[in-house]
T-cell receptor
Framework: AQSVAQPEDQVNVAEGNPLTVKCTYS??????LFWYVQYPNRGLQFLLK??????LVKGSYGFEAEFNKSQTSFHLKKPSALVSDSALYFC???????????????FGTGTLLAVQP | ETGVTQTPRHLVMGMTNKKSLKCEQH?????MYWYKQSAKKPLELMFV???????ENNSVPSRFSPECPNSSHLFLHLHTLQPEDSALYLC??????????????FGDGTRLSIL
């Protein structure tokens, strides 16, 4: 079955420290990968995506993510965390792949990032 | 983000009521989506519309009835809901359903509570 796993329900990090939010996927073919962030009482906001090319992609608010095909992972990273980064983060996989005919996303269960001052 | 607007933001209804959720996008997109977000569960895709045509119904119970009169508006009509339908309902839009490399843009959702 095609799935996305976010193994940590919560990640705690001190402000100024680097952060990593983990994501692994299990899908056939070459998926497109996305990260979204959700602040309290808000919808999901797009952070970044991997389609093809350089395995390290940069996105909004200083976030970046590294695609690792052999490990089927797409971990979200930031060199220096801010208190304002505290939110719920979702990894998602698009089953469309290269030139696919669908924009159907499969989401992970989300990871709550808590940044302490 | 004001690109996708959902109303109402909060809705409390009894199991015998009929209500509708509204979504409007101002991004010029052609595809619109309804998702259900429940605590501790992945987002569940409910319906997909592309150029007003429904292209996906993810085995959603018939008590949820979507309507897409044009590419900018999407409705979710609700009737005889169950307590387990209480959740955050999110609307999203994207440039299209083809290709799959375009991000979806989400509204802030409607928090639905069934009494």
């Amino acid at each position: 079955a095609q799935s996305v796993a976010q193994p940590e329900d919560q990640v705690n990090v001190a402000e100024g420290n680097p952060l990593t939010v983990k994501c692994t996927y299990s899908v056939s073919g070459n998926p497109y990968l996305f990260w979204y962030v959700q602040y309290p009482n808000r919808g999901l906001q797009f952070l970044l995506k991997y389609i093809t090319g350089d395995n390290l992609v940069k996105g909004s608010y200083g976030f970046e993510a590294e695609f690792n095909k052999s490990q089927t992972s797409f971990h979200l990273k930031k060199p220096s965390a801010l208190v304002s980064d505290s939110a719920l983060y979702f990894c998602a996989v698009n089953l469309g792949g290269y030139g696919g005919a669908t924009n159907k996303l499969i989401f992970g269960t989300g990871t709550l990032l808590a940044v302490q001052p | 983000e004001t690109g996708v607007t959902q109303t109402p933001r909060h809705l409390v209804m009894g199991m015998t009521n009929k209500k509708s959720l509204k979504c409007e996008q101002h991004l010029g997109h052609n595809a619109m989506y309804w998702y259900k977000q429940s605590a501790k569960k992945p987002l569940e895709l409910m319906f997909v519309y592309n150029f007003k045509e429904q292209t996906e119904n993810n085995s959603v119970p018939s008590r949820f009835s979507p309507e897409c009169p044009n590419s900018s508006h999407l409705f979710l009509h609700l009737h005889t809901l169950q307590p387990e339908d209480s959740a955050l309902y999110l609307c999203a839009s994207s440039q299209g359903v083809g290709g799959g490399n375009q991000p979806q843009h989400f509204g802030d959702g409607t928090r639905l509570s069934i009494l």
